[in-house]
């Protein structure tokens, strides 16, 4: 009923990176009810987080006046109290906190050199948020050391990706399980994590599709309505998947055809793998031979079959050989470039995929340009007028808050990221965070990072913005501002232009569409994508074939952007994780999310309805395990690994193995990074996120 609401305007959901497009009607200055629509990703769905998840936007301690840390404040700590943080910071217009900003930066430059200052940028913000944030470290400081989110999230799937296909984006959108025979979801848990996502799954599987599910967790969600549910040993991925394709190199299912055209390093491949005998590695990975043998044959002799992974692939010290493994299983089917086939990595943040081709990654620039790359170097040298990118590739999220803490780091500018909950070994990055001579946080509320600031730039929540986001799918979206920031809070990206000038940028932006323009002329994904058509369209997919093209869902049907067109296999060996449980630990304790709450917790415990509903920091373990341990459901356990320790209530979940703890990691009360191992992958940077030794103790 139009009387029910005073304006409305289309936007994007905040939480996942599944897209869905909403509907945001707004009464009395309020957000009043967010309503799925027609989005191509979502046809209308919504999950809890969607419909119910908004009202953070009006939480009152959303940051309405920059801040500066009082000069008598006391110890820089998690010690603020939210709804009493005069102690520690002092209100300031936004002249002086944007002129304190830029001072610390530009004296610390002078002082040490640009790299005494390193960046964090957001993949909750837009794509134009995203390609200013790396344009002003880059430009202003003049080196890479700018990361975001992405580096904790799929950096080792994009790693492989790129080097085995040639993009690390995916193949085929999600929505083509539709036309798929088979599919297999390995390491991820959609029906919690990328919920829309998860019904269409579902959808494929009542029609008759075969549903292969591959998790150390048995899923409850999924496995009701997967034809195979493989419940295998944590950490022995690449065991799993070799033996899978051991099985269609000796049983000769592969896609000779395919290979021969698409393909290379076949022959070297078929020989590494000959030793992953279903035999040898079932003990290792904990699924019999015969359970083996049938996935690869159902997978192998699929007319078309599609591959999703999450987070339970990329978060090892061997995620990129993971998502290598993957890659291979399905060129070796030719399950790439048709409909109905490809390769998925589901991805997290709501704009993660955006931010990363927005350039926000250290060594590489927008739509993963290398920035060794002399050519490359030099195109970015004309388009922004003279600058000279840095042909040394910068430092990752964990390298740079390593940096931090050993000194060489002394400033940082933080936008809508949260290092202090979500990096591994966290008491490690938040004594690091104290140390810093200059932090800028810019956020939309006193996050557990922006306790340590130095001076906070109140900004905008994406309702609040006009601008462009990119999901799962490559599907470019834009998202329309409905209602404007609270108090003084501003739009991000003018936040950010006006520290670029103060620094000394020679900058001159007036509208997201101008930013949006300027990215145009280094990015070929966005051809044929204009800020006019998407404000009419309101979502094209890269890549797009021309003006009146939706985009291309599914890629590389004739061919990879490599060497002659050709994709490539890569082996993988087994790798042990980086600690092992022993007697001290003897458990396995593994990290994620859950429905109700999204990452760091600051948005989804700040909704009136999820916070109702999963109120309270919980870990889950197999009823067994507490019956071992002499817990009632309910009760409180502690949980300690080389790192920390920690107590939190304890539920009973038969989809948890009995040796294992899953943990999630929204609740700062109980910060699951506490425990978690800083071991990273060697190629995606990314740390262990999925598996550390743990004690587990009765209070
Ligand atoms: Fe939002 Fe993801 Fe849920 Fe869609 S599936 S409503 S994008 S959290």
Redesign the pocket.
């Known amino acids: 009923d139009s009387k029910d609401f005073d304006s409305e305007a289309k936007s994007v959901?905040p939480?996942?990176g599944?897209?869905?497009q909403v509907s945001v009607k707004v009464k009395d200055g309020k957000v009043k009810s967010v309503e799925g629509i027609n989005g191509p990703s979502?046809e209308g769905r919504?999950?809890v987080?969607?419909?119910f998840g908004f009202d953070y936007i009006h939480h009152p301690h959303r940051l309405t006046k920059p801040l500066i840390r009082r000069d008598d404040a006391p110890e820089k700590g998690l010690n603020v109290d939210l709804d009493n943080i005069g102690l520690h910071f002092r209100e300031a217009s936004w002249d002086e906190a944007l002129d304190f900003s830029a001072r610390g930066m530009v004296d610390l430059r002078s002082f040490y050199g640009g790299e005494s200052i390193a960046g964090f940028g957001s993949a909750k913000c837009t794509n134009e948020e995203a390609y200013l944030f790396q344009k002003l470290i880059r430009q202003g400081f003049k080196h890479n050391n700018v990361d975001h989110c992405t580096r904790l999230c799929h950096a080792s799937s994009v790693a492989a990706l790129q080097e085995n296909v040639g993009s690390g984006a995916v193949t085929a959108s999600f929505n083509e399980i539709e036309n798929a025979d088979v599919a297999i979801v390995i390491g991820a848990n959609p029906t919690e994590n990328?919920?829309?996502?998860a019904t269409f799954f579902k959808q494929f599987a009542k029609r008759g599709g075969k549903l292969i599910v591959i998790d150390p967790r048995r899923q409850t969600g999924l496995k009701r309505h997967a034809t195979h549910m493989l419940q295998f040993r944590p950490g022995t991925d690449v065991a799993l998947l070799n033996a899978i394709m051991n099985v269609i190199v000796e049983e000769k299912l592969y896609d000779r055809q395919y290979i021969e055209g698409f393909t290379e390093g076949f022959f070297e491949f078929r020989e590494h793998i000959r030793a992953f005998t279903p035999e040898r590695m079932s003990d290792l990975c904990g699924i019999s031979p015969e359970m083996i043998r049938d996935v690869a044959r159902e997978f192998a002799t699929a007319q078309r079959g599609m591959i999703f992974w999450g987070m339970g692939i990329s978060q090892h010290i061997h995620g990129t050989d993971n998502s290598r493994c993957l890659i291979s299983l399905a060129l070796l089917c030719g399950h790439v470039g048709r409909p109905g086939t490809g390769l998925h990595p589901l991805r997290g943040q709501?704009n993660v995929q955006g931010a990363s081709d927005a350039g926000l990654i250290p060594h590489v620039m927008p739509d993963y340009q290398s920035v060794t790359d002399g050519s490359v170097r030099d195109l970015f040298r004309h388009i922004w007028l003279g600058t000279e990118i840095q042909e040394k590739p910068g430092l990752t999220v964990v390298e740079i808050m390593d940096r931090v803490y050993r000194g060489s780091i002394r400033g940082m500018y933080v936008l809508g990221e949260n290092p202090a909950m979500s990096d591994p070994d966290v008491e490690h990055a938040r004594k690091a965070l104290a140390h810093l001579d200059h932090l800028v946080v810019q956020d939309i509320f006193l996050t557990e990072t922006a306790m340590f600031a130095d001076v906070i730039l109140p900004a905008s929540a994406l309702p609040e913005k006009t601008g462009t986001v990119t999901n799962t799918n490559r599907t470019v979206q834009m998202v329309q501002q409905v209602l404007p920031p609270p108090g003084e809070a501003r739009e991000d990206w003018k936040i950010v232009v006006d520290l670029a000038r103060r620094i000394g940028l020679d900058w001159d932006y007036d509208h997201p569409r101008e930013v949006f323009d300027e990215m145009k002329m280094s990015m070929r994904s966005l051809h044929h994508i204009t800020w006019t058509r998407l404000k009419n369209e309101g979502a094209v997919t890269y890549p797009c074939k021309g003006p009146e093209d939706p985009g291309q869902s599914v890629v590389f049907g004739d061919g990879f952007p490599r060497r002659a067109g050709r994709a490539q296999f890569t082996p993988a060996r087994v790798t042990p994780p980086a600690e092992m449980p022993d007697d001290k630990f003897p458990m396995i304790l593994t990290t994620g999310r859950q429905l109700e709450h999204w990452h760091t917790g600051s948005m989804t415990r700040r909704a009136t309805v999820l916070d109702a509903v999963e109120p309270e920091a919980n870990c889950s373990m197999h009823p067994s395990t507490l019956r071992q341990l002499g817990v009632a459901p309910g009760e409180h356990v502690r949980l300690t690994t080389r790192r920390g320790t920690l107590e939190i209530m304890a539920r009973a979940d038969r989809a948890v193995a009995p040796d294992m703890v899953f943990l999630p990691f929204a609740y700062v009360e109980a910060a699951a990074n506490i425990l978690t191992n800083p071991a990273l992958d060697p190629w995606g940077k990314i740390p262990e996120f999925k598996y550390s030794a743990v004690r587990v103790e009765k209070v």
Not at 194 to 197: G, S, W
């Open positions: 959901c939480f996942c599944v897209g869905c979502n919504l999950c987080k969607g419909r990328h919920p829309v996502a709501n």
